[in-house]
């Protein structure tokens, strides 16, 4: 491959169609926020973990090993065609479209068996994630929208109305994918529609989570006026680049390209421009400040509290294995009792968290539950178990438990 081509980063401004300040502020600081703070599908999978410990482990995992490992696999076919381009030329096309490059290097690595294996396991890929964002559009729509609604206004729906309706929030899901991928479509290449969009929609929700995570004076004027004085300041950037954008651009020269002659840094000015307008909007506005103790980052003990119910109960204990259990429909709904010897080996108090799985690991908690414990009679030679927590975890009776404290 050329030199340039070996090099870890872009130049660092001097070429307007792919520069490393410009892509530094739209995909590392825009685009992996939004990635790992906006993205539902992600969020999703780490709610799924069993504890908020275990969550930080998949987080530090997915950032230290799988990351770079997709940023591998992705790039990889590009290295091969540049390779190919350069020591055996006509294998492929000297101007060989970097969107074609993928199909094109396969197409000439493998057999036709290959090739369409490749291409079948590439089409899984794309289905699986767009399916995972269908979901968590529909689960955003009813949890968060529909179902408070339909209570405010006093709406008694069965469970069946809720399923019927996310059903018409994923066709509608999809089919502003569908819209979006037309527009897309219109760019001159799949990275300048991504660059358009992360430099353009990511910063006003950019701006609203990281305020709210971070400062306690955020909101909800604030994250009003972000969005809109955002959205706002964002529009002026297209139409008056060279008076907005340029005085950010950090050396890089405009592009005589296209109607939008900066093409990443765009994203720095939209990201000051929403941040600006919320923060200025909460120092005018907030003069009587609320109570965001558990909102934030820096009072997360309070917000395990406020979880819980009750101060919460870090004492190192042991876990509960191979426990033989049996159903106790008088216990109170999410509950499991143990007896005193078993709640002294747990470290725990009554109306602690634990969690409740199939004694077999390898399931990776497909049977399982979160409950809370209840100390019981020294006799008791099983563990009780409510009858919801036996349902929700899907256990069987002639399998073992394990329970562990959680907090």
Known sequence: MPAEFKLPLANFNDDPSFNFIGVFWQDAVAGSIAFLFMSQALIMRFLACRSVEEGRKAAAFNVLLVLPIAAVAVCCAGWIGRGMVTVQPGVLPADVQADNVFVLVVEVLSTTAGFGFFVAAVTAAL??????YINASAAIAI??????????????????HYLKMARIFSVVATLLGVLAAWMFSLFQDLYSAHAFFQSTITPPLVACIFLGILWPRFNTQ???????????????GRIYPYQLIAPFAQGIPASSAGNA????????????ACFGVGILVCWLSNKNRQDTSGLTIWSLAKA????????PNDRPGSVLKKMPWQINANLPTGYVQV????????AAENHDLVYVRDNRTWLGGLRSAHARVLVGDVRLDK???SADIAAQAHLLPQRPLCVEKEF
């Open 261 to 272: 002659p900066y093409t990443y840094i765009g994203a720095l000015y939209n990201l000051i």
């Open 222 to 236: 604030g994250a009003i006026a972000t969005f809109v004085g955002g959205i706002l300041f964002i529009v002026l």
């Open 143 to 160: 949890h968060d929208i529909y179902r408070p609604m339909a209570q405010k206004l006093g709406l008694q729906k069965p469970e069946s």
């Open 383 to 385: 563990i009780q178990v």
């Open 339 to 346: 007896s005193p010897q078993q709640m002294d080996l747990l």
């Open 304 to 311: 395990r509290q406020t979880f819980k119910g009750s101060v």
């Open 127 to 132: 289905m699986s994630s767009v399916d995972t």
